[in-house]
Nanobody, 125 residues
Framework: QVQLAESGGGLVQAGGSLRLGCVAS????????MGWFRQAPGKEREFVAA????????DYADSVKGRFTISRDNAKSTVYLQMNTLKPEDMAVYYC??????????????????WGQGTQVTVSS
């Protein structure tokens, strides 16, 4: 059983930056691949980024490549999403997700098992 808690959301102007964090419960964070998804108003939840259990493999949605960076600190049981050059279209609730398969990084949300409650990111123009 894994519990996830996101933090770091807020209001920024277009072109600004935010860093989201997600803390996982338990002592086995190192076993899990981690991902970030987002859901904008009126849209379905979409894949943003993912990282393998050891941090050696990452994947990004085309819409955020070059702007967002996913990272993790297994000693702190935390995964981060650094978001730079934010655009109004990045406005969404951002969710942290985990799965037990350590290296496989699926983009489909139904292949992820554990989810946080989400944190709101608002980008003003």
């Amino acid at each position: 059983q894994v519990q996830l808690a996101e933090s770091g959301g807020g209001l920024v102007q277009a072109g600004g930056s935010l860093r989201l964090g997600c803390v996982a419960s338990g002592r086995t964070f190192w076993r899990y691949a981690m991902g970030w998804f987002r859901q904008a108003p009126g849209k379905e939840r979409e894949f943003v980024a993912a990282i393998s259990s050891d941090g050696g493999k990452t994947d990004y949605a085309d819409s955020v490549k070059g702007r967002f960076t996913i990272s993790r600190d297994n000693a702190k049981s935390t995964v981060y999403l650094q978001m730079n050059t934010l655009k109004p279209e990045d406005m969404a609730v951002y969710y942290c997700a985990a799965r037990g398969t350590t290296y496989y990084l699926p983009r489909r949300e139904n292949e992820w098992v554990y989810w946080g409650q989400g944190t709101q990111v608002t980008v003003s123009s």
